[in-house]
């Protein structure tokens, strides 16, 4: 059956008896139905029934350069007439994925001259542990095996990062965290205790982390994990100078650093990657999302030439890690338009503009009823609402606020990520303009004013 003949409560139907959703309960999703998204311009996003709305989510936090770049497609198009896949194994490669290559590590920070490439964020995660452990064998310390990361951390659904994920759908029914998998608490400056002070929430992370790694015993944890902004924690934002106290603490207490940029990677908080903002250079870097500005699957493990130098010392036998997709020349071609974009295509520049407006909204909206909290760094951020802006006591589970708001926001024309504890987050492309940036907080703010009018809302205020 052709695509023009399926109506479309045809294909609501067949996504409901066979396609199985990220992130979705099976019923849930079953009774709710999809909503099938049709073409895409810009900012904008039409559904099949021709609803047009704002995406301030960028997709899944991925399109930073807006939709329907048509270098972009065309770089895909010509790469598959040329070349349309190459393996990497067997000392295979194409030109695409060389360049790419060549041109990110000239790009990240210091010392992360290697990449491996990936299909997206969870096999990035994925490799870098993996090479994590095979770096401790190759160099005599098999016993550093231990890994830590943050409560309200996400490093992907595989079945390793999906431990380091420290989110309960992540975890539940699927035997998760792993013995090996530990975390620490948030640098959450709205829920810490000391909030107020930024010395004070990166000095007790700190702490936290050189007695978790004393708890364990020094000789056994290999690494620390962490994201420089936590996203689908709900848009957790540490205070400036934390990343580069925890990387001073890694390197004090002789384990690694892994960070994991995968949302924060290519501009979305303003420097092409968060690292460079606080001088930190990780012993690994992931990234995917805005490597290929979601236009194709592509993820990358950026690895230090110091643990490079040690595996490969270790043993001429081939390090048995690879995938294959990997360095896909259609995903590089993608790839090396989009890092164009970035830089000379105005992209970075234009997200440090929309970005103004970005913060200025954010601030005037902490005066809604609703607003307990407004944090953001670059064009990546959240409001967070509460019951009572005094005690920031949340919302009662039972009220349904996530799922409440998505359809609310849907409904008003504007796609924000909803978060079952009542977070709003927001990442839009960095093509935004400062206009769109105005219809997406005008959208947004409505919502709001019709949720207050709400009486079981009313009633739960504080």
């Given at each position: 059956?052709?695509?023009?003949?399926?109506?479309?409560?045809?294909?609501?139907?067949?996504?409901?008896?066979?396609?199985?959703?990220?992130?979705?309960?099976?019923?849930?999703?079953?009774?709710?139905?999809?909503?099938?998204?049709?073409?895409?311009?810009?900012?904008?996003?039409?559904?099949?029934?021709?609803?047009?709305?704002?995406?301030?989510?960028a997709g899944l936090w991925c399109v930073n350069v807006g939709y329907g770049q048509?270098?972009?497609?065309?770089?895909?198009?010509?790469?598959?007439?040329?070349?349309?896949?190459?393996?990497?194994?067997?000392?295979?490669?194409?030109?695409?994925?060389?360049?790419?290559?060549?041109?990110?590590?000239?790009?990240?920070?210091?010392?992360?001259?290697?990449?491996?490439?990936?299909?997206?964020?969870?096999?990035?995660?994925?490799?870098?542990?993996?090479?994590?452990?095979?770096?401790?064998?190759?160099?005599?310390?098999?016993?550093?095996?231990?890994?830590?990361?943050?409560?309200?951390?996400?490093?992907?659904?595989?079945?390793?990062?999906?431990?380091?994920?420290?989110?309960?759908?992540?975890?539940?029914?699927?035997?998760?965290?792993?013995?090996?998998?530990?975390?620490?608490?948030?640098?959450?400056?709205?829920?810490?205790?000391?909030?107020?002070?930024?010395?004070?929430?990166?000095?007790?992370?700190?702490?936290?982390?050189?007695?978790?790694?004393?708890?364990?015993?020094?000789?056994?944890?290999?690494?620390?994990?962490?994201?420089?902004?936590?996203?689908?924690?709900?848009?957790?934002?540490?205070?400036?100078?934390?990343?580069?106290?925890?990387?001073?603490?890694?390197?004090?207490?002789?384990?690694?650093?892994?960070?994991?940029?995968?949302?924060?990677?290519?501009?979305?908080?303003g420097p092409l990657f968060a690292c460079e903002a606080e001088g930190v250079s990780?012993?690994?870097?992931?990234?995917?999302?805005?490597?290929?500005?979601?236009?194709?699957?592509?993820?990358?493990?950026?690895?230090?030439?110091?643990?490079?130098?040690?595996?490969?010392?270790?043993?001429?036998?081939?390090?048995?890690?690879?995938?294959?997709?990997?360095?896909?020349?259609?995903?590089?071609?993608?790839?090396?338009?989009?890092?164009?974009?970035?830089?000379?295509?105005?992209?970075?520049?234009?997200?440090?503009?929309?970005?103004?407006?970005?913060?200025?909204?954010?601030?005037?909206?902490?005066?809604?009823?609703?607003?307990?909290?407004?944090?953001?760094?670059?064009?990546?951020?959240?409001?967070?609402?509460?019951?009572?802006?005094?005690?920031?006591?949340?919302?009662?589970?039972?009220?349904?606020?996530?799922?409440?708001?998505?359809?609310?926001?849907?409904?008003?024309?504007?796609?924000?990520?909803?978060?079952?504890?009542?977070?709003?987050?927001?990442?839009?492309?960095?093509?935004?303009?400062?206009?769109?940036?105005?219809?997406?907080?005008?959208?947004?703010?409505?919502?709001?004013?019709?949720?207050?009018?709400?009486?079981?809302?009313?009633?739960?205020?504080?």
């Open positions: 059956m052709s695509s023009q003949s399926l109506s479309n409560r045809s294909l609501v139907e067949i996504d409901r008896a066979h396609l199985i959703h990220p992130v979705a309960s099976f019923r849930g999703h079953e009774a709710h139905g999809a909503r099938v998204l049709q073409s895409a311009e810009g900012m904008w996003l039409t559904d099949i029934e021709g609803k047009k709305v704002i995406d301030a989510f048509d270098s972009v497609v065309e770089a895909a198009a010509a790469q598959m007439r040329q070349l349309p896949y190459a393996t990497g194994y067997f000392h295979f490669a194409s030109e695409p994925a060389i360049r790419l290559a060549g041109e990110l590590t000239a790009l990240t920070p210091a010392g992360l001259d290697h990449v491996f490439f990936t299909l997206g964020g969870s096999d990035a995660v994925d490799s870098a542990i993996r090479y994590i452990v095979h770096y401790f064998n190759a160099i005599g310390l098999p016993d550093k095996k231990e890994f830590i990361a943050l409560e309200w951390g996400y490093h992907g659904s595989s079945s390793n990062g999906a431990g380091l994920t420290a989110l309960a759908n992540f975890h539940r029914g699927f035997d998760l965290p792993r013995k090996w998998q530990h975390h620490i608490a948030s640098p959450y400056p709205y829920r810490h205790p000391q909030g107020d002070d930024d010395a004070a929430v990166i000095a007790s992370s700190v702490a936290a982390l050189e007695a978790k790694v004393a708890q364990i015993g020094a000789d056994k944890v290999a690494a620390f994990c962490c994201e420089p902004i936590q996203g689908s924690g709900g848009v957790i934002v540490p205070p400036v100078g934390w990343l580069k106290a925890m990387r001073e603490a890694c390197t004090r207490l002789g384990i690694l650093m892994l960070v994991d940029e995968v949302i924060t990677g290519f501009g979305r908080t990780p012993d690994f870097l992931t990234v995917a999302k805005g490597l290929t500005s979601g236009y194709a699957p592509m993820g990358a493990c950026f690895m230090a030439d110091h643990i490079y130098q040690a595996i490969a010392d270790a043993s001429p036998l081939p390090v048995g890690h690879g995938m294959t997709y990997s360095g896909h020349p259609v995903s590089a071609a993608v790839g090396l338009e989009v890092l164009r974009l970035y830089r000379e295509g105005g992209v970075l520049a234009n997200g440090a503009v929309t970005g103004a407006r970005f913060a200025e909204r954010m601030e005037a909206v902490k005066a809604h009823p609703l607003v307990g909290d407004v944090r953001y760094r670059g064009m990546l951020g959240a409001i967070e609402l509460v019951s009572n802006k005094v005690t920031k006591a949340g919302f009662a589970p039972e009220l349904a606020l996530g799922d409440r708001l998505t359809q609310m926001t849907w409904d008003n024309g504007v796609i924000v990520r909803c978060f079952a504890n009542a977070v709003i987050g927001f990442a839009p492309a960095l093509t935004c303009s400062p206009d769109e940036m105005d219809i997406i907080f005008d959208r947004v703010e409505l919502t709001l004013n019709q949720l207050l009018d709400q009486p079981d809302i009313r009633a739960a205020l504080g």
